[in-house]
């Protein structure tokens, strides 16, 4: 598993601004992402743009359990770290 | 096979003949997770299903079914069939909302008993207990832990039974369960392979949920009734990443696949150009059929453009029409015609009329009605057969058509047993559906629900719809509804639009609105009596998305 804080966040505000109307990183890392309007399909985008940067198979779902991009990395570093360990 | 007379008579002889030919395919995610079943191995695993449900009683019993896209849900369903029980599938869900409309449907059915995995079972205790204030569930939960060793003759099932529920989509508050028998099920099959041509040993499938009917009847089923294969993924993995589907398509040689027109827009919006597909071969994919959503001749050329290359034939598109309440198919084809519209007078359109007129209003045709079916188009008030050139609902009448809907005797009666004024004694289905005919294809304009009548016009709120949306302001998605609604005892035009924030804050409202108007009237030579211009986000939705029209009238 790969994992970088810093690309994977701009990977995934580079998709929100696309798909959300005046996005703000620095207003909306808390926000949950229905609240900004996202969608059901939006939030299964965003499990493969997850997919993409750690080069594992993510939940569909995952933008479901942690709705907000702070949640969403913190999870992931979280679970990065156990992956190293066990390595 | 005409002479047998229900489906599992029908897979139990293919397991005879050709005990070691795959039957089901299941891919969950990339070629290696690939699980398959033969023939002989479903036709035993579903014997031994269908045994213990007949020793635990529940023939002409109603039986849930809460499965993940899985080989299992294929095993439990066939083996209901195989023992008459009445199989109600159902969504696994964890959207709050759907799953109340499960709660809902359980209820409506009274069932006691659900067939499951055990580890959906778990998940599925939490969240009723969750919703009945940490009580235990009553429900009896069958998971792949009951066996029976007993052996037993399984009594015979006659046609005429209910094989399954079919619920379909309708509101959340109010879903319907539509009574489909052994026969009508063996019939849709009969009449799906002659309006496609099948060739025996098709391979089918792809993306559909198992629960729903296209994805159950014309999926699942119908393979299954060819002695073909039916191969399929789960339905969130082709939402992540809609190039599973073609990759799906190509691997396995699919013959047959379909999707609503969503699907396929899916692929066109999501499949990055820089993904490299170049190894996919999607010439084996003769039946590309779109249905259970109205057809888009645009979406189905922008297909086509990005994925001809792949060797994909714009021929394959099969545009269909069909519902649960007719088990599954009643029009496509034939197979190689591709899309074909009708360009037609807009005037006269309005009015109801059907006058053939280039340069007009596109309608996309649903394909060749199958010869089994009767399919009338009727006034909507007075009952009688509409003229060759006008529009009217299409009622139909076949031995596919269902039972009625489960504990709705008076709607059961208004929709399924509907006669025409001439006297005709057929008890016919009211589809609801607005539409024409013409040399034996079916034409769909809307649904009666939503046709407007302003000022004498026949209208259908989405050609707005989609005028609002091409301006060049309008927010980004699908941010407008156009309806109707009554000041001075008069029927007004009204919509509502979802225009970007950006233009809000620097345009002054009457500005937009008044553009909005100028673009109304030149595409549609109606005025809009009511606009309103709203930041993105406030039109209320359903779960998929779709705009809730009536309850948008709360915003004037």
Redesign the interface.
């Known amino acids: 598993m790969k994992f970088c804080r810093q690309t994977l966040t701009e990977d995934i505000t580079q998709y929100l601004c696309e798909?959300i109307?005046?996005f703000s990183t620095e207003q909306h890392l808390d926000t949950s992402f229905s609240r900004l309007?996202l969608?059901?399909?939006g939030h299964?985008?965003l499990?493969?743009i997850i997919?993409d940067h750690t080069q594992t198979?993510i939940e569909?779902?995952i933008a479901?359990d942690y709705p907000t991009i702070n949640s969403l990395l913190q999870f992931l570093e979280g679970k990065y770290q156990q992956v190293k360990e066990i390595a | 096979m005409r002479q047998c007379q229900l489906l599992m008579s029908v897979i139990r002889e293919h397991a005879q003949r050709e005990p070691e030919t795959i039957a089901c395919s299941f891919q969950p995610r990339g070629p290696e997770t690939a699980i398959h079943l033969t023939y002989q191995e479903l036709v035993d695993r579903v014997e031994s299903r269908a045994k213990l449900l007949v020793l635990l009683g529940y023939r002409q019993k109603y039986i849930a079914l809460l499965f993940p896209t899985g080989l299992e849900f294929i095993v439990d369903f066939l083996a209901c069939l195989r023992a008459g029980v009445i199989a109600v599938p159902l969504n696994v869900t964890r959207n709050a909302k759907q799953f109340e409309r499960t709660l809902t449907i359980l209820a409506d059915t009274k069932v006691q008993a659900i067939l499951t995995t055990a580890d959906t079972q778990k998940t599925l205790s939490k969240q009723l207990s969750e919703v009945n204030g940490g009580h235990e569930s009553d429900f009896i939960w069958i998971d792949e832990h009951y066996r029976t060793l007993e052996d037993i003759d399984i009594p015979a099932v006659t046609p005429e039974l209910v094989a399954f529920i079919q619920y379909t989509s309708g509101s959340t508050s109010s879903p319907k369960g539509v009574m489909v028998t052994q026969a009508n099920v063996l019939h849709n099959m009969q009449v799906m392979q002659a309006s496609c041509q099948h060739p025996k040993g098709a391979v089918v499938g792809g993306w559909l949920p198992q629960f729903h009917d296209m994805g159950l009847v014309g999926h699942m089923l119908l393979p299954l009734y060819l002695a073909g294969r039916y191969v399929f993924m789960p339905p969130m993995s082709f939402i992540q990443r809609p190039s599973r589907w073609l990759k799906l398509i190509s691997q396995y040689r699919i013959f047959c696949s379909a999707a609503p027109n969503f699907g396929y827009e899916h692929c066109v919006n999501l499949i990055r150009e820089s993904e490299d597909l170049s190894d996919l071969d999607l010439s084996c994919w003769k039946i590309a059929l779109n249905g259970s959503e109205p057809v888009s001749a645009a979406t189905m050329q922008q297909f086509s453009h990005r994925f001809y290359h792949l060797g994909f034939d714009h021929n394959a598109f099969f545009p269909s029409y069909g519902m649960a309440e007719t088990t599954l198919f009643v029009s496509g084809g034939p197979q190689g015609t591709g899309v074909q519209s009708l360009s037609l007078d807009k005037a006269s359109f309005e009015l109801g009329k059907v006058e053939v007129k280039p340069d007009g209003v596109k309608v996309v045709c649903c394909g060749a009605i199958n010869k089994d079916f009767t399919v009338r188009v009727v006034n909507p008030q007075t009952f009688e057969i509409c003229r060759s050139n006008e529009t009217g609902e299409i009622w139909i009448a076949g031995e596919s058509v269902a039972q009625g809907y489960l504990n709705q005797t008076a709607k059961t009666v208004t929709d399924f047993q509907a006669k025409l004024a001439n006297g005709d004694t057929t008890p016919y289905m009211r589809t609801g559906d607005m539409g024409f005919m013409l040399d034996g294809q079916l034409y769909i304009t809307g649904r009666i629900k939503e046709l407007l009548i302003v000022r004498g016009r026949n209208l259908y709120p989405y050609d707005i719809e989609r005028t609002c949306r091409s301006y060049r302001y309008a927010a980004k998605g699908n941010g407008a509804a156009v309806f109707t609604f009554t000041r001075d005892s008069k029927t007004k035009l009204a919509a509502v639009v979802e225009v970007s924030r950006q233009a809000l804050s620097d345009k002054p409202p009457r500005q937009l609105i008044n553009d909005l108007k100028a673009l109304v009237t030149e595409e549609h030579e109606i005025a809009l009596d009511r606009i309103l211009v709203v930041p993105p986000g406030t039109i209320p939705k359903t779960t998929s998305g779709k705009v809730k029209r009536t309850a948008c009238c709360a915003l004037l």
Request: hydrophobic content about 25%; proline content about 6%.
């Open positions: 798909a109307e005046e309007g969608d059901s399909t299964v985008q499990s493969a997919e198979e569909p779902t479901f």
